[in-house]
Structure formats: structure tokens, C-alpha cells
């Protein structure tokens, strides 16, 4: 048995294929990703690899794979999200998997506990089989939840958006009962053209995903790249940290033609539907006032060109960052909504690469320092009026939902399989519960211990 980190929920078994870091590289860099997968993935496949780019992770499904193994990574990790979007059982951060296992074996992947047996018994196999069987029946009692309206124990109204990475995304959302997109990234969108898809190919993508949510919400986050996250045909400079480098927003500034384009695209787009723009990795108030100011000059471009847009698109923030999250209040005067961006909160508050299990243990958005920032951003949106959500894998995880809920946070954007949980989470709590719940947790030191306490504390 080897152990890792639960990513992706759910119960994969089947027959192991190898992919060794050179072999994907070299093969992956050179041709489709959706050809060389088709080439070595058979449906019922439990693929395991070095290392899994968001993109390689959702073209997975078209393959049917089973499940995945992967050696790098943790739960918060890029590829890791995409994982838990798609609902395929992966596990990360599994040291030695690529050697360990071999082609051929039988592999059982728990996505739920975070372990990988090898080779296993027919009687271990079978178990699996009957736990398989089990959570798809938990899957299909939370269905009910989809057509239901979001709200508290008390009637406390809430909404659940979903986070998504293409069209198929959204229409699982519409199945699953979202009520909007809190999240769409747009780093798919520039990796399956293999070069930077211009102005009308993005007016296309996006006008397609405002139209299908027909009037609801759709929040477009601008590309964010860099960290764990790049592009092949980019030649983004080599960092000794790229976490702290030129990444997101910082990266768009940089290359203003390049960000121009994809900001004209997405103002072109409101015309067809509800259409907000998000801003990743905001640090300083300095970089959202360059950001609007462009997208006033591309306004008035567009107005002159004689293109239709909406003169009202709201513009917001990504609070992901301890200098974001503590300047807020004055963030909150230069942008229409903010949505927290739990994962790499956690990760720079704590100093703690999201992507490397040996630190894990303080990836935790139950450390009292992430929790002081989360309620520092929620109580200064509502001071300056503005809307504000949670879009971190926190969002989707039952046992943090009060925590948000009790800090005033009434807008959840979740991978859209998520959606029905979070509703029937929520309606396990009031609105006093949730706040006094929280008021305890927030004098607590120690994550240990507000874990400890949070177990005495389940609703199901």
C-alpha cells in the first residue's frame, strides 16, 4: 500500500500504465496531448505519472480512465483541482509510484482516504468494489439538493456557484444546480489551441458559456499562469521561485498587448449575457487601479470600433495573497466584488508550497492566522457593500462550510459535482449556530486543536 494525498474523491480500480516524466514530456511537447493519451490509455486504465498538468488532467476523462496516480503534487495543486472538477478518484504526492508500480499491475486508487494498493489481493479487490458501490449510492441520495434552493437551517438565503474550465464544465454545473459561475479559468481555453487564441476565437468562448448560463452570473477570471501553471508555446523566464515570480495579473500587466486582447475579448463578450472579470493575484491597490484604467481605454476603443459591450461589467478581485487580504478594506474602494482564493491563501500565509507534501501539514485553512484574513476580507467587503465569495477547494469541504457561513460568507463557488453537498451542508446550520461556532473557533491557537474541536462539531 502506498500513501499520498487524497485529491479527488471517489474509487478507482484498474490495470496500471506507466508514464515516466521524460516520456510525457518529450511526447506531450511535440504533439496533441489529446493524441499521445489515445495512443497509451485504454478505458479502465489507472494511469500513473511523475507529474500532470491541469490540461493533461482534463483530457483524462476522454481516455475513461479509471483513476490516477500521480508522484508530485497535493491537494491543492492546479492539476489536483481540475481532478475534483471532473470527479475522477486521483491521489497525489505518492513518492516512488512511477517504480514502484508496474505496467500492467492491478491498482486500486482511494481517492477518499488517500491511498494506493499495488497488486492487490482478489478479496482486497472486492471490498473496493462493494466501497465503489457505496459512495456512487451517497452520490446519487445528495441529487435531490440540485433542484432545491440554497438556503440556512433559518431560511438565511445562500447561493452555490461552480468553479469550471470549459463548456462541458458549465453544463455540469446547469445538471448539478449551480446557480452561477463564481470561476471560470481561462487557462484551458489557452492551452487547447496550442498558441493564443486571438480576440474572435476568445469573443466565441466566452459569448458560448454567458449564452448557455442564460442571464445567470459568469464570472471569467483572467489568465493566470505561472507557478504550477504554464503554457508551452510562453517562454516564461526561468524563476528560482515562481510562486513569488511573474505570475497572473503580474504577467498580464507585463505583456499589455497580449492582456489587451483577452481584455477586449471578454468586454465584447458581456454583450451576450451576464459577464463579470475577475482579477487573479492581486497584491496592491496599484494593480487593480492599472487594470481598470486599461479596461477604460479598451472602452472607449471598442465604442469608437462601434462593438457592443456592457458600460457596467463588474471588475473584481482575487484576495489570495496576506497583502491583499490585509489591505482589503481599501482593495474593497477599487473593486465590485471580491472572491477569496482559499488554496494559495494557505499556501502564502503559511509560507507553504501548496504543490510539496513535506509541508503539507501546514496547508490547513484551519491555521488561525488564514482564518484572522478570511473574516478580515469578508467583514470589509460588507463594510464597502460589495459581494464577496469563497472559490477555494475550502468552499466544497462540509467541515469548513460553517466556519464560512459564520463569518458571513453567503456566496460558494465549488467544482460542480460539490454543488449538492454544499446546499445540504448549509441547510444544516442557522445563521446564530454558524456565527457562534465560528466566534469559539476564532479563539482557538492552535490547528490542532480547532480541528479537535471542530470533530465534536459534525452535521450530517
Given at each position: ?11 478507482g ?86 517504480s ?56 438565511e ?15 455540469h ?147 489570495e ?10 482593495l ?20 507553504a ?10 496547508q ?46 453567503r ?50
Open positions: 500500500m502506498l500513501t499520498g494525498s487524497e485529491t479527488s474523491k471517489g474509487i480500480i484498474g490495470v496500471a500504465k506507466i508514464l515516466g516524466l521524460a516520456e510525457l514530456s518529450e511526447n506531450v511537447s511535440t504533439g496533441s496531448v489529446d493524441e499521445f493519451f489515445a495512443a497509451h490509455l485504454k478505458p479502465g486504465t489507472v494511469l500513473v505519472a511523475n507529474h500532470l498538468t491541469p490540461y493533461m488532467v482534463a483530457k483524462l476523462t476522454d481516455c475513461g480512465v479509471s483513476g490516477f496516480v500521480c508522484e508530485t503534487g497535493g491537494m491543492t495543486s492546479h492539476s489536483a483541482l481540475v481532478a475534483r472538477s471532473i470527479g475522477l478518484p486521483a491521489v497525489y504526492g505518492v513518492p516512488n509510484a512511477t514502484v508500480i508496474k505496467d500492467g499491475d492491478t491498482v486500486i486508487v482511494d481517492g477518499i482516504n488517500g491511498f494506493v494498493y499495488e497488486r492487490p489481493e482478489a478479496g482486497l479487490i472486492g471490498e473496493f468494489a462493494s466501497r465503489k458501490e457505496r459512495y456512487l449510492e451517497s452520490r446519487k441520495e445528495l441529487e435531490r439538493f440540485c433542484s432545491m434552493k440554497t438556503v440556512m437551517a433559518d431560511s438565503s445562500a447561493q452555490v456557484f461552480c468553479n469550471v474550465n470549459d463548456i462541458v464544465d458549465v453544463m454545473s446547469i445538471d448539478n444546480g449551480g446557480e452561477g459561475i463564481g470561476l471560470y479559468r481561462t487557462e484551458n481555453l489557452f492551452a487547447e489551441f496550442g498558441r493564443a487564441p486571438g480576440e474572435e476565437e476568445q469573443v466565441r468562448a466566452y459569448s458560448r458559456i454567458a449564452q448557455a448560463m442564460d442571464g445567470h452570473e459568469v464570472v471569467i477570471r483572467t489568465l493566470d499562469i505561472g507557478g504550477d501553471k504554464g503554457l508551452p508555446y510562453i517562454d516564461m523566464e526561468l524563476e528560482s521561485n515562481p510562486f513569488l515570480g511573474y505570475r497572473a495579473v503580474r504577467y498580464s500587466l507585463g505583456n499589455r498587448e497580449f492582456f489587451a486582447t483577452q481584455l477586449r475579448a471578454l468586454l465584447r463578450a458581456s454583450a451576450s449575457g451576464n459577464i463579470s472579470i475577475m482579477i487573479p493575484m492581486i497584491t496592491c491597490v496599484d494593480e487593480m487601479r492599472e487594470v481598470k484604467a486599461l479596461i477604460y481605454e479598451l472602452k472607449s476603443d471598442l465604442r469608437d470600433e462601434g462593438y457592443e459591450y456592457d458600460d457596467n461589467i463588474k471588475v473584481g478581485a482575487m484576495i495573497t496576506p497583502s491583499a487580504a490585509i489591505i482589503s478594506d481599501m474593497a474602494l477599487e473593486s465590485d466584488f471580491f472572491s477569496i482564493g482559499t488554496n494559495d491563501l494557505v499556501q502564502y500565509t503559511m509560507s508550497d501548496r504543490g510539496n507534501r513535506n509541508v503539507a501539514y501546514l490547513s485553512l484551519t491555521q488561525p492566522a488564514v482564518l484572522r484574513l478570511i473574516k478580515t476580507t469578508i467583514d470589509n467587503a460588507h463594510g464597502a457593500g460589495i459581494p464577496v465569495s469563497v472559490c477555494g477547494e475550502a468552499a466544497s469541504d462540509p467541515s469548513l462550510i460553517p466556519i464560512l457561513a459564520g463569518m458571513g460568507c456566496r460558494f463557488s465549488v467544482n460542480p459535482r460539490s454543488v449538492p453537498e454544499v446546499r445540504r451542508t448549509l441547510s444544516l446550520w442557522s445563521v446564530a449556530d454558524a456565527e457562534k461556532y465560528v466566534s469559539d473557533i476564532l479563539k482557538i491557537p492552535s490547528d490542532n486543536e480547532i480541528k479537535e474541536y471542530m470533530r465534536g462539531a459534525v452535521r450530517i
